[in-house]
């Protein structure tokens, strides 16, 4: 997710320097590049690839005249990180300067025409589109105003736009779909700002605009007008967080913001469906199917495996990066090689990568733009959670689960699924309004040194990752296991003493899975299970049980009964006092 800052200042001094200020305060979020944009009788810009400090030493963004302005850091998505994709973006004659946040679905389209009407492009960003097609309404004789409420009925996708024109000088106007933004009320001027803490510094009297509204900021004050132009009056909300509380929008850590953050991760990545297609397209005809990664990337990895070969009837492996050299040789040019990485950085996807490149088409699913697989692998899709600031991976997961999803759904032809996949942001919604109970839950599991994690194939991943959160946070031992696989050992650790968690979603493992648990119960332990809505039978042979949606089986249930056990991880680690946003020994990005 981009930046967005704007403001307009009641006296007459320059908004550079505040500008500069608002901007970095949103440097905590991870960014690839930065640019500003300033009224002094014409519009200036100044933008360039990389981080806020060296673009300003090269660049010198405090020291531009004019008294409002607009600013951008980038979270690239379509288009790679460089310094022409970096925003401000302006039209064909340099009059109307642009920020945005968010993902067009329909630019290409949109590109392609305004391209036939005689502008031309330097980005090869989405948002380029938007001053064009702003020029374009203008030259038809509407205002600003109105020209970026006819440019946004255009748009398919969600977005945050600030934009100001140089024929109406001393004006800001803002909307949104989708997207946040707030509106600054302060001592030295009215500001516009994709989040909170970037302007809390200068305005702590904020109004959300709605979605259909159109902001418009002057040195008298901000109007905000419905779609028929009439005038809102709403009153702003004070804002008493500190600083830090607002980066994390009011929750205690980033992890949890994160959690909260799962169903537009799912909902922005469904947005890649086209792009998966037009890979799978290009490649041709895929035989055989591996994936490579490590952690939670390789758990989102084995969740791929059943997909790919139930819907697709391929054979598919899944293998840890660090061990991919020893198969390495097994793979052809028939066969797609698949990396998941949060990062893309990963010290041991990487290698796998080049290794897998001498031989098979290349595929990188990665959250960061620009990063090394981004850059190597044959081809790449973005997954749309945004930056992920907690160290333990939550709604990138989320987001990787769904560009898999995709990827099964492409090589099958079976849409199916991904029709289905459309109900699980509310889905995961409804777990999530549950967080209260789930840590009334943790308080009773907190005292404990192990657990085991069960679940039986599309829940077996789910059990994977279940335990793994557990202990990377709150360093309790969770250890998930095929349900099938406990009597092969495992069953002999159980007893009174040892809480099972058991996911039991509706679908064909289900009968199996619940003879597994009556195993487990037969031996004393304390079973948390985590199954439908309504399944009495299943509640009472539990000792605890988180329920679920009863719609969601087990095909769709890695995107939503992962959930609750990210949960239970981050509230039994608060409980226990640890900083869940940063566990001890573990990094964000492991490139050795
Ligand atoms: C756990 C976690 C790690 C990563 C692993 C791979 O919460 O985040 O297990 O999944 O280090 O990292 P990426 O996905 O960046 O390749």
Request: hydrophobic share 40%; proline share 4%.
């Amino acid at each position: 997710m981009c930046g967005i800052v704007g403001c307009v200042l009641k006296e007459n001094r320059d908004a550079a320097p505040i500008l500069f200020r608002c901007i970095s305060n949103l440097e905590y979020r991870g960014y690839d590049s930065v640019g500003l944009a300033t009224f002094d009788n014409k519009i200036n810009v100044k933008k360039a690839k990389g981080k806020i400090r060296d673009v300003n030493a090269s660049l010198n963004l405090e020291n531009m005249a004019g008294k409002y302005g607009i600013a951008h850091t980038r979270w690239a998505s379509a288009g790679r990180p460089t310094d022409e994709n970096a925003h401000p973006h302006l039209d064909e004659k340099g009059r109307v300067a642009v920020v945005h946040n968010g993902t067009l679905e329909n630019y290409s389209k949109l590109k392609e025409k305004l391209i036939g009407e005689g502008h031309t492009f330097k980005s090869t960003t989405d948002t380029e589109v938007i001053p064009h097609l702003i020029e374009k309404h203008m030259d038809e004789g509407l205002d600003l105003e109105h020209a970026l409420r006819k440019t946004v009925e255009m748009l398919k996708g969600s977005y945050a736009i600030v934009a100001m024109c140089e024929d109406e000088a001393g004006k800001i106007v803002a909307t949104r779909k989708d997207s946040p933004l707030s509106l600054g009320f302060g001592k030295e001027g009215y500001f516009v700002a994709s989040d909170t803490p970037a302007i809390l510094e200068y305005a702590r009297d904020v109004i959300r605009p709605r979605e259909g509204e159109i902001a418009v900021l002057s040195k008298n004050g901000i109007e905000i007008h419905d779609e028929n132009d009439k005038t809102i009056e709403r009153k702003p909300s004070k804002i008493t967080w500190t600083a830090d509380m607002a980066k994390k929008e009011g929750y205690d850590y980033f992890m949890l913001k994160e959690i909260n953050d799962q169903p537009l991760a799912v909902k922005n990545t469904l947005g890649q469906k086209n792009n998966m297609k037009r890979i799978i397209n290009e490649i041709g005809d895929v035989k055989r199917v591996c994936f490579v990664a490590c952690g939670t990337s390789y758990h989102a990895s084995i969740t791929g495996k059943y997909l790919i070969e139930s819907l697709a009837g391929i054979s598919c492996d899944v293998i840890i990066a660090s061990e991919f050299k020893y198969s390495a040789k097994t793979w052809d040019e028939d066969t797609l090689v698949v990396f998941i990485s949060q990062s893309g950085e990963t010290a041991d996807s990487m290698t796998a990568l080049r290794q897998a490149k001498q031989t098979s088409h290349t595929l990188a699913i990665v959250n960061v733009a620009g990063s090394a697989m981004w850059e190597e692998a044959d081809h790449v899709i973005q997954t749309q959670a945004g930056p992920e600031i907690g160290v333990a991976a939550t709604k990138t997961y989320l987001g990787q689960l769904t560009a898999i999803y995709l990827l099964a759904a492409a090589i099958s032809g079976n849409d199916k699924i991904t029709e289905e996949l459309e109900n699980v942001p509310s889905y995961i919604e409804e777990v999530i309004s549950k967080a209260d109970e789930i840590k009334e839950l943790s308080k009773r599991y907190n005292f404990v040194h192990n657990a085991f994690y069960l679940g039986r194939g599309f829940s077996y991943p789910i059990a994977l990752e279940g335990a793994l959160k557990l202990k990377e946070i709150s360093y309790v031992h969770g250890e998930g296991y095929a349900a099938g696989e406990l009597k092969h050992g495992p069953l002999a650790l159980v007893d009174e003493d040892m809480p099972v968690i058991v996911i039991i979603p509706p679908g064909a493992d289900y009968d199996k899975t619940l003879t597994n648990l009556e195993e487990v119960r037969a031996r004393g332990a304390s079973i948390l299970a985590v199954g439908s809505e309504g399944n009495d039978d299943l509640k009472s042979k539990s000792k605890e049980m988180i329920s679920i949606n009863p719609k969601v089986t087990d095909i769709i249930a890695p995107l939503v009964y992962t959930v609750p056990l990210q949960l239970l991880a981050y509230y039994v680690t608060v409980e226990k006092g640890y900083n869940p946003d940063q566990p001890r020994n573990l990094a964000k990005v492991i490139t050795v």
